[in-house]
C-alpha cells in the first residue's frame, strides 16, 4: 500500500520508532508535594523546632531553616495559614490581629506569648514569600470557608470572652454583631431577653445543693459510674476551676431506661459547675449521653431544694493534651449533637442562670451568613487585605473549628434568608409547618457562590484552590464526638463545586481526607486535583506504609498534587521528611 501511495516504508518506520522512543523516554506521572503552614502551631510550640536555641519566639534564622528542610526535601509550595479561626497573624485593622484586643488563647500562656512575640519580630506573610520565593517554592494563602467565629473552643478563655461573651479568636467584625451568624428556625425553644434576665435574678446568691443529670438516650445496662470515677470542679468564671473537696451523697437511678446520677449535701457557691469523668476507654459501652443544653431532665437545686434556673454544657479533652487538667478545661454550652459523658475524659456540667445573651444562645452556630449584605462585604474586605500581599496563588479550606449542630437543616433561617426565600417561593421559612429544608441551604449556598465570585475577581489571574470535604457521619456519633464536631461542621450545607468550576471560579479542586479521584472525573482536565492528607493518619501508618501512599498516589494521572497537612510536624520528623524526599527524588514510580 505505501508503494502503491509513492510513501517509502523507511522513513515511515523510522516515525513509529521515534514515536516509540519518545513514549519510552517520557518520564512516569508523579504528582508534586506540597504542604501547610500553620504559623500559629510552628511559633507556638519550641517543640518544633527542638535543635535550636529557645528564643521564647520563633526566630526568623528559625523560621528560615524550617522552610529549608520543606525546600530541601522536595516540597515545592507553601500554603501559609494566614488566620488563626478569626484573626489574622498580619496586621490588621478590619479583622483583628492575634494578640491585640484580647484575640488570643489566655488559657495557653506560653504559647500565646510565642506567638505574640514572634509577630513582633516579622510579619509570616511578607517573610514566608520571600523567603519560599528565594527557596524556589511557591507561597499561596491559605483562607478558611468559614472559620470567621468558631466555637469548637469557646471555653478557652481571655479577656475577650468576658467582655463579650464569645470566642477570643473570633473576627473582630462579629462581635458586636451576632445577628450576622447563622439562625436556628424559631421554634420557641430558645428565651427570650427577658426570659434570660429573670433566670439571671433567680440565679444570683443561691447555693446548689443536689444536682440531676439525666442521659438524654435509653441503655439497657445500668450506669457504669461509681462515685470514685468522678470528681466535681467549680468555677466563678469558667476559666479558673477548683475541686469541690467537701463530702456529697452520689447515687444513680433509672428513669424509662435512660440512666440518672444524682448528687446530695452540696453547699456550692459557685456559678459554675462540672462532674468530671476519669479515664474511660473510648469504645461504645457508655451508659450516659448529654444531646441538650435545655432537657428539662437536667436539674439544679439549692440548698432549700428549689429549683435553680441552669444551662448544661460539656468539657472535652484538649485535642493538645494527653490527659485532661479539669482546672482549665471550660464548659461549651452549644452542644452539637450527642456527646457520651463516660467515654475518654469528658464532663458535663452546667451555669447557674443564662450565661449567654439570648441573640448568642440563638446564633451560635459558627456560620457567617453570607446572604447578609454586610456580611459579603466584609468577607471580600477580609479577602482583600490577604489578597494585597504577593501571594503565588489562594485556597480555601473547610478546616474549621465552627460548631457542628444536630439538627443542621434547622440553621440559616435568618430574616434575610426569610426575605430570599419569600420573594423567590413564596413561602414562609419561619413557618411552623415548613419543612423544605434542602431548598433553604441551596438558596444560603448561592452566598458562598456569590463569594467565590467575588474572590475570583479580587485574585485576578492569580490560581484559586478550592478545599471540598465529604465525610460520612460517625458510625457512633455519642462516642466519636469529638471526630464529628471537627469535620462535620457544615451539616446538610452544600458546596457548588461543579458550578465553580464551569464558571471559572476556581482553578483547582482539593480533596481533603479522602481519596477518590473519580469523584470528579467531570471537572478533570479543566482544573487541577489536589489530594490533602492529614498528618494524624500518616503518623499513625509508620513511614514505610507513608512512603507508599505517596508514591500510589502521586502516581494517578487524575492527582496533580500531594497536600500535606501540617509542614512543622515533618519539620521536627526527619524520618517523614525523609520519606518525602525519596518520593520526590525517584525516577521511578515506587519506592
Known sequence: ????LGI??????????????????EPPHKAMVSTTMDFLDLSGFPSYYPDEEDQGYLTLSQYEKCLKKLADAGIRKIYLRVNVTGVML????????????????????????????????????????????????????WENYYDDIAHVLTGYASDSS???????????????????????????????????ARRNREAVGRHIGRI?????????????????????????????????????????????????????????????????????????????????SRSP???????????????????????????????????????????????????VGFATGEPFHPQISAFTRGMPELTIPAVMKHKLERFAEIAAYPFDGFAFSTRTHSQVVSDPDLW???????????????????????????????LRAEGLDAFMAGCRRIAGKRPVYA????????????????????????????????????????????MVNWFKPDHFASVRGKVKLACFREVSHVTEMGPEAFLKELFERGGNPAVDELELYESCVYCSSPELLEQVKRYTSSKEVGP
Open 1 to 4: 500500500m505505501c508503494k502503491m
Open 8 to 25: 517509502s516504508r523507511f522513513p515511515l518506520a523510522m516515525l513509529l520508532v521515534g514515536q516509540l522512543l519518545a513514549a519510552a523516554a
Open 90 to 141: 498580619f496586621p490588621s485593622k478590619s479583622v483583628g490581629t492575634y494578640g491585640v484586643d484580647g484575640g488570643h488563647f489566655a488559657a495557653f500562656p506560653d504559647l500565646t506569648s510565642r506567638v505574640i512575640k514572634t509577630l513582633e519580630h516579622y510579619n509570616p506573610c511578607t517573610e514566608t514569600i520571600r523567603i519560599g520565593h528565594e527557596l524556589g517554592m511557591e507561597v499561596w494563602a
Open 162 to 196: 468576658e467582655k463579650f461573651g464569645i470566642y477570643p479568636l473570633m473576627d473582630i467584625f462579629y462581635r458586636g454583631h451576632p445577628e450576622y451568624l447563622a439562625w436556628h428556625k424559631p421554634d420557641g425553644t430558645l428565651p427570650s431577653e427577658e426570659e434570660c
Open 212 to 292: 440531676i443529670f439525666t442521659s438524654d438516650f435509653e441503655f439497657d445496662e445500668p450506669c457504669r459510674v461509681k462515685k470514685e470515677d468522678m470528681e466535681l470542679y467549680v468555677s466563678d468564671d469558667n476559666y479558673t476551676w477548683r475541686k469541690y473537696t467537701a463530702p456529697f451523697e452520689f447515687a444513680t437511678a433509672r428513669v424509662d431506661r435512660r440512666n440518672q446520677v444524682i448528687l446530695n449535701g452540696l453547699d456550692i457557691a459557685e456559678r459554675y459547675v462540672k462532674l468530671q469523668c476519669g479515664e474511660y476507654p473510648p469504645d461504645t459501652k457508655f451508659t450516659m449521653v448529654i444531646n441538650s
Open 297 to 347: 431532665d437536667n436539674q439544679v437545686y439549692d440548698t432549700d431544694g428549689k429549683l435553680i434556673p441552669a444551662l448544661w454544657g460539656i468539657s472535652l479533652k484538649d485535642i493538645n493534651q494527653k490527659t485532661v487538667d479539669p482546672r482549665r478545661q471550660c464548659l461549651n454550652y452549644i452542644i452539637p449533637g450527642p456527646a457520651a459523658w463516660d467515654c475518654f475524659q469528658r464532663a
Open 412 to 442: 440559616g433561617y435568618n430574616p434575610e434568608v426569610r426575605e430570599l426565600y419569600m420573594k423567590r417561593y413564596g413561602k414562609d421559612i419561619w413557618a411552623p409547618d415548613f419543612t423544605d429544608y434542602a431548598r433553604v441551604q441551596e
Open 467 to 510: 478545599h471540598i470535604a465529604e465525610w460520612p457521619a460517625p458510625a457512633n456519633p455519642a462516642a466519636d464526638h469529638v471526630n464529628t464536631i471537627y469535620w462535620n461542621s457544615f451539616g446538610s450545607f452544600p458546596f457548588h463545586w461543579q458550578k465553580w468550576v464551569d464558571e471559572g471560579l476556581v482553578d483547582g479542586i482539593t
